[in-house]
């Protein structure tokens, strides 16, 4: 059973406004990885954050997390129309599987 | 570059055949995964392994096996193709250790006719 779920399953915005996807899940976890996959190919890793830490930043992307609350969230800022894709939370687990939600399909309108 | 590389990337099958989906990949990874992508579903693990000759079932390993008899290569087999079977099959490796990205190849569109 999934144990990663993202929202809103799908988002549509202005380019230049920010993108907010939120992931919350059940199981106790190592480390949480954002992926991006465009046009049904293979997903490419975005940004991971440890169990142990709170934020962090690489590039136009902010990831928090909240291990009490068993969530996280995704904030793409000044969004560009190449951001369009679907975006997957994907929990990597104490017996090393790393598994996803059914994740967030994003449209960035030019 | 990590290069994981999926030896089809369209497949077309008969009901009742037995599909293999092969995965390479080139960085001596030892963990690695055959998920399925369905609309709405998102990804679902069907089975990793995380090592030569060892594997784990993922959520749905039903009607598939897998073979890892080399570290760099790890192969997903439909015993006999069913019609729901008709998905994208994403295979992924990652490196040993808690702070490593999975890396994805680029999949494999099967279908069941």
């Known amino acids: 059973s999934q144990q990663g779920e993202e929202d809103p399953q799908a988002l549509s915005i202005q380019e230049g406004e920010n993108a907010t996807m939120n992931c919350s899940y059940k199981?106790?976890?190592?480390?949480l990885q954002w992926y991006r996959q465009n046009s049904g190919r293979g997903l490419v890793h975005l940004i991971l954050?440890?169990?142990?830490?709170r934020e962090k930043h690489s590039g136009r992307l902010r990831v928090t997390l909240d291990t009490s609350k068993k969530s996280s969230s995704l904030l793409i800022t000044a969004s560009r129309a190449a951001d369009t894709a679907s975006y997957f939370c994907?929990?990597?687990?104490?017996?090393?599987?790393?598994?996803f939600g059914p994740g967030t399909s994003l449209s960035v309108i030019p | 570059d990590v290069k994981v590389t999926q030896s089809s990337r369209y497949l077309v099958k008969r009901t009742g055949e037995k599909v293999f989906l092969e995965c390479v990949q080139d960085?001596?990874?030892?963990?690695m995964f055959w998920y399925r992508q369905d609309p709405g579903l998102g990804l679902r693990l069907i089975y990793f392994?995380?090592?030569?000759?060892?594997?784990e079932k993922g959520d749905i390993p039903e009607g598939y096996s897998v073979s890892r008899e080399k570290k760099e290569r790890f192969s997903l087999i439909l015993e006999s193709a069913s019609t729901n079977q008709t998905s994208m099959y994403l295979c992924?490796?990652?490196?040993?250790?808690?702070?490593?990205?999975?890396?994805f190849g680029n999949g494999t569109r099967l279908t069941v006719t």
């Open positions: 954050i440890r169990s142990n830490e």
């Open positions: 994907g929990l990597r687990t104490s017996y090393d599987k790393v598994i």
């Open positions: 199981t106790s976890i190592n480390n």
């Open positions: 992924a490796s990652i490196k040993g250790g808690k702070r490593s990205p999975l890396h």
């Open positions: 960085m001596d990874h030892e963990n």
């Open positions: 392994s995380y090592d030569v000759k060892m594997k």
